[in-house]
């Protein structure tokens, strides 16, 4: 899949960007001057399977990168996995609950999770929630998704 077709455009990504930007700022967070990526994978249901994500980093050469996921209330990330990618997460605002190999699990501010290569994963905000990813280099390619309609 084309990851622009994971995307929202036009109004529907400017309104999503402005309820994380009115979030963020009763948080007191200032987001990297990035791109974001609100992305529907391809579902087109963005409050329900969807996430935004804020790339502070995505260095190849180097082997690391960086990035903040914004997720509202009940929205997913949906579950996949990583063949080559390892992860850790922080959560750095809200609560999420974490299903990990099929367990599920309840996190909250300043908790850490590593995610190793083959770990089967999703998240789902529990109000809204931000989290920071730092891990091995994000490709399009290695992202594995249960939901096969996904198709990246």
Sequence with gaps: ?????AMLHGDERENALRKIGEQLSTWGITMPRVEPYALHF?????????????????EMEAGYCGKFLFVFDGQTCPYHNHKIKHETFFVLKGSVRMKVNGVDR?????????????????????????ILEVSMPSTVEDNYFEDKAIGY
């Design 106 to 130: 309840a996190m909250v501010e300043g908790d850490v999770l590593v995610m190793p290569p083959g770990d089967t994963h999703s998240f789902t905000g529990i109000g809204p929630c931000l």
């Design 1 to 5: 899949m084309d990851l622009e077709k």
């Design 42 to 58: 391809g579902l087109h249901d963005f409050y329900t399977t969807g996430e935004t994500e804020f790339w502070i980093a995505n």
